[in-house]
């Protein structure tokens, strides 16, 4: 089994396959605005050209209780849905069953949140809608057993699922992102992504928020892509020290063009033929 996943049409249009081009999901961590999730998804494009943009409506796993969560589901929701709109195909977070089917209306990936991976009624709810889910593997799992999360999804009659790893607990404030892990999770015949930008945090290391290490974004990127994945998942801001969300680990705006130029031809090269 191998399975590919399509989002969007026509020139907008991405698929996520193990042995195709690599791919990109690429965005802020919160909706922080309208006008910044319209304006920063315009400039990714014009970088990337077809990528799914992501943002989440409601950050529910912060780590104090007066950080900020976002704007919440039905106005989160309208400014995804302009995004989708303008062809960019979307992924957001949901964070219980019922909010499946309304975030459904308006995005192409259901993304579930790393924490929540085992939570059975969250995942075959998105799995019904027949939307693509986009399955973050919990700090806490292995990638042997990740497999498990995705016969959930697929127990409804969906195969459109996407594993994505975002590093392991390793001690306090620490995760790794164990490279064998990645050709594990492709095993399963689903495309598997990496998040680049969770996997350099460190979870809690600033007291009432999380830190980050920015610069190890693209060593791990470079190593990941090298294994043959499907795609990236990246966190951009246009300056990560006054995001409202993961600044810390998020990469700033302006590098993405020359990191994915590199990583580009590292997949070319490890997917060619000739290799």
Known sequence: MSQSVVVGSGPDAVEFANAAPLSFIVGPCVIESREHVLRIAESIRSV??????????????????????GPGLQEGLAILGEVRKSGIPVLTDIHGPEQAEIAAEYVDILQIPAFLCRQTDLLVEAGKT??????????????????????????????????????????????VVDMRGLQTMAATGYPVVLDATHSVQLPGASGTSSGGQPEFIEPLSRAATATGIAGLFIEVHEAPERALSDGANALRLDLLAGLAKRLRAVDSLVKSRDF
């Not at 990337?48 to 209780?65: I, Q």
């Not at 995705?150 to 620490?174: M, P």
């Open 130 to 175: 027949g939307r693509a889910v986009n399955i973050k593997k919990g700090q806490f799992v292995s990638p042997a057993d990740f497999g498990n999360a995705a016969e959930k999804v697929a127990s409804t009659g969906n195969q459109n699922i996407i594993l994505t790893e975002r590093g392991s607990s390793f001690g306090y404030n620490n995760l």
């Open 48 to 69: 990337l050209g077809a990528y799914v943009f992501k943002a989440s409506f409601d950050k529910a796993n912060r780590s104090s209780v007066h950080s900020y969560r």
